[in-house]
Structures are given as structure tokens and as C-alpha cells.
């Protein structure tokens, strides 16, 4: 962050790039300075997908709970899979294999789906939509583990 506060610092300080002094020697490389650190930026924040391996299993508790599930699920599911078919894509789904991951018995009955379109093969979220990251996969098998207990599914 305190790159990018630096980078707009710089920009700030020298006309718009529309002006007519926008022809200054100075703005051409401060504006390559803030491409730079924003690029920077940006790799850093990438760096959040890893390996399994890479993740900080500390930062995933140890019984994650059926609300951290179902916050991945509404991101990165739900928009396709309200159950029904709805699905969007070249390969249209049968109503009755369409998973609901918006109601807890959807995700009971989707969870083996789950587990391995979303996390074992990765083929789910499909095409360019971006893939569960290592945490997210981290909580979803942990939570299986852990009996994928559930208001619909109690653990005693
Ligand atoms: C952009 C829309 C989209 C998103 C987001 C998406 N899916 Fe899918 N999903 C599809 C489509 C379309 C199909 C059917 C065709 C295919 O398999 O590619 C499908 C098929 C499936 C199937 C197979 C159902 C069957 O019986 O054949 C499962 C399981 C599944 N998705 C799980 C998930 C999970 C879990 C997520 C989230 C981690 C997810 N999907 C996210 C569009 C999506």
C-alpha cells in the first residue's frame, strides 16, 4: 500500500498527462515508476495462490465453520448453481444434475461434487472464472473432515 500511496504522490505532484507541459521530462519516468510499483503491487497480491504446501495452515482454523463454507460457495458457486439448471455455459445441466450450493441441503448433496469438481480436479468454477484458492480448498476439506456439520446436518 505504501508504494502506491508513494506512486500517486508522484503523479500528483506533475501536470495532467492532457496539459501541454504534460511534455516534461520528469512525467514520462515517474509515470513508468507508477506502472512499476502498482505492478509490484499487484504480484504481491498474487503470491496469495499458492500451493497447498505454501499456505499457512494457521491461517485456516482448525473446524472451520459452515458460514465459512457457505461464503466461498456464494462466491464462487451460487451464480451458477441455484439448482434448476440455470447454469450458464456451452454445456447446459439437466435440472436434476444442476447442484444447489444456495440451500444448506444443496451443499449436503452437492458435496461430494463439491469436493471433487472444486477441489481435487479443479475443474469447477469453470473456463476463466478464477479457481478455489488454496485457502478456500483448505477450509471446504476441513470442514468435510470435521463431519461437514451443518444446520441441516448437526454434528452431535
Ligand atoms: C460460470 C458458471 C459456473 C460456476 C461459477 C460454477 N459452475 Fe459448476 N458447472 C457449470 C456448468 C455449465 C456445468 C455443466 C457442464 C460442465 O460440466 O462443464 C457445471 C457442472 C458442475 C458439476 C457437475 C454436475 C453433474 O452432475 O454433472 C458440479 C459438481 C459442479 N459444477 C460444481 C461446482 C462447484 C463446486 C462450483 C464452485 C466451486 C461451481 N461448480 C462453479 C457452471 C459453473
Not at 1 to 25: C, D, F, K, Q, Y
Not at 104 to 113: F, M, P, S, V
Request: charged content about 20%; some cysteine.
Amino acid at each position: 500500500m505504501a508504494e502506491v500511496a508513494v506512486g500517486s504522490r508522484v503523479l500528483s505532484n506533475h501536470p495532467m498527462p492532457n496539459t501541454p507541459s504534460a511534455r516534461s521530462p520528469v512525467l514520462l519516468p515517474a509515470l513508468l515508476l507508477v506502472g512499476l510499483l502498482a505492478g509490484l503491487f499487484l504480484a504481491a497480491c498474487d503470491s496469495g495462490d499458492g500451493t497447498l504446501s505454501a499456505v499457512d495452515p494457521g491461517a485456516v482454523p482448525l473446524d472451520p465453520s459452515y458460514e465459512m463454507v457457505v461464503q466461498i460457495l456464494d462466491r464462487n458457486c451460487v451464480p451458477c448453481h441455484k439448482g434448476g439448471g440455470g447454469a450458464p455455459g456451452a454445456n447446459r445441466l439437466e435440472e436434476e444434475d444442476d447442484p444447489d450450493y444456495d440451500s444448506c441441503t444443496g451443499i449436503r448433496a452437492g458435496l461430494a461434487g463439491l469436493l471433487q469438481e472444486g477441489v481435487k480436479a479443479e475443474t469447477m468454477p469453470p473456463g476463466a472464472w478464477p479457481r478455489l484458492t488454496e485457502e478456500e480448498k483448505l477450509v471446504i476439506t476441513r470442514w468435510a473432515a470435521g463431519g461437514a456439520c451443518s444446520p441441516c446436518n448437526p454434528c452431535p
